[in-house]
């Protein structure tokens, strides 16, 4: 079966930085876009990044732009989201998720896969 496996998080100071990692498997994952969704504690989960199935589409939301970068290795099935300059803000379970070939979506619902989540906390 499908598994998206987030890993990377966890507590840093305000300025740090983190990388996470998903790798996946069960799945084609050239033919997939993979995004990186967030949700903060009393919040509804919020889209982060995406890179579309062909890799050359890549969208963030605004408040990561210039701070955050989505890669991803198709001979590691592993979609990466490289944080930097991290803020109190960020702090957050990150999920990644896999979208049949999707061009770049921040729609939750185009998502067919889904990991578990990774805790991310950023101190002040």
């Known amino acids: 079966q499908v598994q998206l496996v987030e890993s990377g998080g966890g507590l840093v100071q305000a300025g740090g930085s983190l990388r996470l990692s998903c790798a996946a498997s069960g799945l084609t994952f050239s033919n997939y876009a993979m995004g990186w969704f967030r949700q903060a504690p009393g919040k509804e989960r919020e889209f982060v990044a995406v890179?579309?199935?062909?890799?050359?589409?890549?969208y963030y939301t605004t408040s990561v732009k210039g701070r955050f970068t989505i890669s991803r290795d198709i001979a590691k099935n592993t979609v990466y989201l490289q944080m930097n300059s991290l803020k109190p803000e960020d702090t957050a379970v990150y999920y990644c998720a896999a979208d049949y070939r999707g061009t770049g979506t921040s729609v939750e619902n185009e998502y067919d896969y889904w990991g578990q989540g990774t805790q991310v906390t950023v101190s002040s």
């Open positions: 890179i579309s199935w062909y890799g050359s589409s890549i």
